[in-house]
T-cell receptor
């Protein structure tokens, strides 16, 4: 298995531009997470999908951020308009959630997208 | 109150010593606990998971869980320079969300 795949690996954009980050979870996983990592705040959970449905988006910082999961193998995180304070590393992770605790897996991370907004 | 709290360090230990990393969590109903390691510029990777009170050993790593105190720890025996990284404590809540601490930076000095 190729693992969680994110693109692009690096993104540099100007303030005000739209940014779209992409993620392909591990095949068979039914949970997908978007995280943002900064030195000051660590790894913050932005949004969580289960079976392609957004379950918890309480971590999304503001309306400029949106996420979609149109099918089990693809998700996007969009920032519009982008601001310098959005500069961070964005990770996508996936896991399998079963009906019993012992069937659940840990979260597997993609390589991340380093976003710089200038 | 943060879901997961860790001492950010940095923590420095000499090669061959025991490194001790600690973590507390706020949600009493959490059932699953994890330690991830993150090298600089890389993504987090799982090194240990623990679900029951007590100790769980895997090679040089021992995870300890005390649900009454809402406390998780990681011991690294015979620390090696290759263990130098940031260690992230994570908790999975009943809704399957994974929450992470800010991490503890560990340096093993040769």
């Amino acid at each position: 298995d190729a693992g969680v795949i994110q693109s692009p690996r690096h993104e540099v954009t100007e303030m005000g531009q739209e940014v779209t980050l992409r993620c392909k979870p591990i095949s068979g996983h039914n949970s997908l997470f978007w995280y943002r990592q900064t030195m000051m705040r660590g790894l913050e959970l932005l949004i969580y999908f289960n079976n392609n449905v957004p379950i918890d988006d309480s971590g999304m910082p503001e309306d400029r951020f949106s996420a979609k999961m149109p099918n089990a193998s693809f998700s996007t995180l969009k920032i519009q308009p982008s601001e310098p304070r959005d500069s961070a590393v964005y990770f996508c992770a996936s896991s399998y959630r079963g009906f019993v605790l012992s069937g659940n897996t840990e979260a597997f991370f993609g390589q991340g997208t380093r976003l710089t907004v200038v | 109150q943060k879901e997961v709290e860790q001492n950010s360090g940095p923590l420095s230990v000499p090669e061959g010593a025991i490194a001790s990393l600690n973590c507390t969590y706020s949600d009493r109903v959490s059932q699953s606990f994890f330690w991830y390691r993150q090298y600089s510029g890389k993504s987090p990777e799982l090194i240990m998971s623990i679900y029951s009170n007590g100790d769980k050993e895997d090679g040089r790593f021992t995870a300890q869980l005390n649900k009454a105190s809402q406390y998780v720890s990681l011991l690294i025996r015979d620390s090696q320079p290759s263990d130098s990284a940031t260690y992230l404590c994570a908790v999975r809540r009943t809704g399957n969300q994974f929450y992470f601490g800010t991490g503890t930076s560990l340096t093993v000095i040769p």
